[in-house]
């Protein structure tokens, strides 16, 4: 049972890029989340989805697009990356108990 | 709007000393949840407890206590007899039953603890 699995782990874009950060999980989650940490501001959410092809927009979603196809997977995908999206992206899921979401291991984005 | 403040942004302890995090919340429903996350220097999220709204009872888990309060709206978190491996930035957050059903974390800014051996 591998939990939340965030890929990658490390990754440098150059401004106007574009990169999929992505998110899987095993353990039948209805919700998944997308947030990204910065100093200083806490966890903020970016994208959420409540259920399979259901996706709608956290407090910072300018710059993001997310998509959930399947249970298991909800990507994030940086259209153009900017300097300003630097910053640690963690992916979350809970299943319908809502007990505390199950955290993937992070993936640190630096965009030069 | 839901909000949670955490006022302290670093505390240091020497070893074996007792701390408490303060947590202050804003929300306007009457259901919710609130929680404490653990973030270690290797970065990952770590939880560590969850309460609901209608259940006041503080709560031990080891050293770990927890003290919520709706009369001031907080939460606060006491470790005792704090060890090194305590050193961690700590998170608390809020969830609101009434929003669209996802109920998602709203975080405050974290409270780094660094315990001196």
């Known amino acids: 049972n591998a939990g939340v699995t965030q890929t990658p782990k490390f990754q440098v874009l150059k401004t106007g890029q574009s990169m999929t950060l992505q998110c899987a999980q095993d353990?039948?989650?209805?919700?998944m989340s997308w947030y990204r940490q910065d100093p200083g501001m806490g966890l903020r959410l970016i994208h959420y989805?409540?259920?399979?092809?259901?996706?709608d927009q956290g407090e910072v979603p300018n710059g993001y697009n997310v998509s959930r196809s399947t249970t298991e997977d909800f990507p994030l995908r940086l259209l153009s990356a900017a300097p300003s999206q630097t910053s640690v992206y963690f992916c979350?899921?809970?299943?319908?108990?809502?007990?505390?979401?199950?955290f993937g291991s992070g993936t640190r984005l630096t965009v030069v | 709007a839901q909000k949670v403040t955490q006022a302290q942004t670093e505390i240091s302890v020497v070893e074996k000393e007792d701390v408490t995090l303060d947590c202050v919340y804003e929300?306007?429903?009457?259901?919710?949840?609130l929680f404490w996350y653990k973030q270690p220097p290797s970065g990952e999220l770590v939880f560590l407890i969850r309460?609901?709204?209608?259940?006041?009872q503080n709560e031990i888990s080891g050293r770990y206590s927890w003290n919520f309060q709706k009369s001031t709206s907080s939460f606060n978190f006491t470790i005792t007899a704090s060890q090194v491996v305590d050193s961690a930035v700590y998170f608390c957050?809020?969830?609101?039953?009434?929003?669209?059903?996802?109920?998602?974390?709203?975080f405050g800014t974290g409270t780094r603890l660094t315990v001196i051996p």
């Open positions: 979350a899921s809970r299943g319908s108990t809502n007990y505390g979401y199950t």
């Open positions: 353990m039948n989650h209805e919700y």
């Open positions: 989805s409540v259920g399979a092809g259901i996706t």
């Open positions: 929300t306007r429903d009457t259901t919710y949840y």
């Open positions: 309460r609901n709204s209608f259940d006041e």
């Open positions: 957050a809020l969830s609101e039953r009434y929003q669209t059903g996802a109920n998602n974390l709203f």
